[in-house]
C-alpha cells in the first residue's frame, strides 16, 4: 500500500479551498502529477481510509429532497460522497467532526461535486506505464456487493455446478476496488519481482459459496495455464465497506501460493 504523510495529505487537501470543484481538483491533479506517482496512490489510499472511517463514526442523513439527486454509483454512495465532503472541508473540520460522532446531514455539507475528488489524479497517464497482473474476477453468489458488476445468474443455471476451469468459459465480474488493488500493487516492486516469476500464469479469483479456500491449477498442476482462488463469499463484508484491503491479501497470497505450488518460494 502506498503511503503518505498526514502533513502531506493534508496539504494536498488544503489545495481544494475547503469544498470540492472542478477548479480545486484540477490544483490538487497538478500538485500530484509534479510529484511521483506513488504520491497519488498514497492520497487514494488515505482518502478511502478517512472516508470509510467517517462513514463507520458518523451516520450519515440524507435530507429527503436530495435523496432524489443522481450521484455516479460507480464511485461511490451518497454517503461516502457526503464523508469525501467533509475531508475536503480540511483538516481541523474532519478532525472535528470524527470527534464528535454526531450525524452529518447531507444538507450541511457540499457534497455534489465529491465524486471529482474520489477520482483525482486517476487519470495520471503514468499509472498506465505501470506493469502489474492482470486477475480476472468471477462472483458466483447471490448475494452481490453494491458496485460489483456480475453476470452470473444461479437460477439461469439450474443448479448446474460449471466448476471453476478456465479452459471451460468464465463468467467475469468487475468491481472498482479490485482494480484499486491491482493499482495500488502496481506501484509495489516486491510484488512485481514476485509475479514475474510466475509472468506466464492467468490469475482468477472465484467468489463462491465454498466452505474454505481452494487453490486449483489448470490444465494440471505440473503445466499450469490458469492459477485459481476460490474464496466463501463470507471472505468479503456485504454491507457496503470498502473490499480494496481484502483483495489486496487475497491477491498476494494467490501469487505466493502459486509459486509454493510451483517449488519457487521467491
Do not use: K, N
Not at 495500488?184 to 506466464?200: F, K, N, S, T
Request: glycine residues 8%; hydrophobic residues 45%; charged residues 30%.
Amino acid at each position: 500500500m502506498a503511503e503518505l504523510s498526514p502533513d502531506r495529505f493534508w496539504s494536498l487537501v488544503d489545495l481544494l479551498g475547503g469544498r470540492v470543484d472542478a477548479a480545486g481538483v484540477a490544483r490538487l491533479e497538478e500538485a500530484l502529477l509534479a510529484a511521483d506517482v506513488e504520491e497519488t496512490l498514497g492520497f487514494a489510499d488515505e482518502l478511502d481510509a478517512l472516508v470509510s472511517e467517517l462513514v463507520v463514526r458518523c451516520t450519515v442523513v440524507l435530507d429527503p429532497d436530495e435523496q432524489r439527486v443522481e450521484v455516479p454509483d460507480e464511485v461511490a454512495e451518497p454517503a461516502e460522497l457526503v464523508a469525501t465532503a467533509v475531508v475536503a472541508a480540511g483538516r481541523d473540520t474532519h478532525d472535528r467532526v470524527l470527534g464528535a460522532g454526531q450525524p452529518l446531514s447531507s444538507r450541511e455539507w457540499a457534497w455534489r461535486e465529491a465524486a471529482l475528488l474520489l477520482e483525482a489524479g486517476m487519470g495520471d497517464e503514468r499509472l498506465d506505464d505501470l506493469e502489474g497482473p492482470d486477475v480476472l474476477l468471477q462472483w458466483r453468489t447471490t448475494q452481490v456487493p453494491d458496485r460489483v458488476d456480475t453476470d452470473w445468474d444461479a437460477d439461469a443455471l439450474g443448479g448446474l455446478d460449471l466448476g471453476v476451469d478456465p479452459t471451460l468459459g468464465v463468467v467475469l465480474a468487475r468491481d472498482p476496488d479490485l482494480e484499486e488493488a491491482l493499482l495500488r500493487l502496481q506501484a509495489d516492486p516486491e510484488y512485481q519481482r514476485r509475479r514475474a516469476l510466475i509472468d506466464g500464469i492467468d490469475l482468477h479469483l472465484v467468489v463462491s459459496e465454498v466452505a474454505e479456500p481452494e487453490l486449483t491449477a489448470w490444465p494440471t498442476p505440473e503445466a499450469v495455464e490458469h492459477a485459481v482462488l476460490e474464496v466463501p463469499v463470507g471472505t468479503f463484508a456485504l454491507d457496503g465497506s470498502p473490499r480494496t484491503d481484502t483483495y489486496l491479501d487475497l491477491v498476494v497470497t494467490l501469487v505466493v501460493s502459486v509459486q509454493e505450488q510451483l517449488g519457487d518460494p521467491g
